[in-house]
């Protein structure tokens, strides 16, 4: 229940701002912004402005959440590490056929909790884990504020950037061994 959904309806000439706004209507968790198109940069920066929660993760407009509790979940491990990071592995939807693929399992949290960051994220990177998403991570919402870290904005790649920059301050790394988020694809 204690819990920020900012949607920022970045300009969409479709149905979404009414949707948005029937969200939040419903539910006070909920906020919608609405601004002239921008981009996926100024979007993500207009929602981290807003942000009051102590984590902020990012869902991208045509994917979606597969477990109801996953939030239950995600807190409830980082309640116990503390860890400026929370990694987890997303499925993949090919939405043109269907086709639901599970994500690899080849790493526990119980190899990447008490190591240095270093050595966590050296580990995700050798077993072929690291993307470049910031939908497939949580981040301490200090951080990136205490760090003025943001979406560059009329770039590409303005994922890698951001998480770059997170890595640079980060201490801690905790993994999510349940899979939660969908991450819908187009052939």
Not at 132 to 147: G, H, L, M, Q, T
């Amino acid at each position: 229940s204690n819990i920020q959904v900012i949607l920022v309806d970045d300009g969409s000439n479709d149905s979404s701002p009414d949707i948005c706004d029937k969200y939040s209507n419903k539910d006070n968790r909920v906020i919608t912004v609405h601004q002239k198109n921008g981009g996926t940069s100024k979007a993500r920066n207009t929602g981290l402005k807003m942000a009051e929660g102590n984590y902020i993760t990012f869902a991208d407009n045509d994917d979606y959440w597969k477990d109801n509790d996953c939030l239950e979940k995600v807190i409830h491990y980082l309640e116990q590490s503390h860890a400026d990071l929370l990694f987890h592995t997303p499925y993949i939807f090919w939405q043109d056929t269907d086709e639901m693929i599970e994500p690899k399992r080849v790493i526990s949290r119980e190899e990447i909790n008490g190591i240095s960051f270093g050595k966590a994220l050296n580990l995700v990177i050798e077993r072929g884990l690291m993307d470049r998403c910031v939908w497939s991570k949580f981040f301490k919402k200090s951080i990136i504020a205490d760090n003025d870290i943001i979406f560059p904005e009329n770039c590409r790649n303005e994922d890698t950037y951001f998480i770059g920059r997170v890595f640079m301050y980060a201490d801690s790394l905790d993994w999510l061994e349940d899979s939660f988020y969908v991450y819908r694809k187009g052939h």
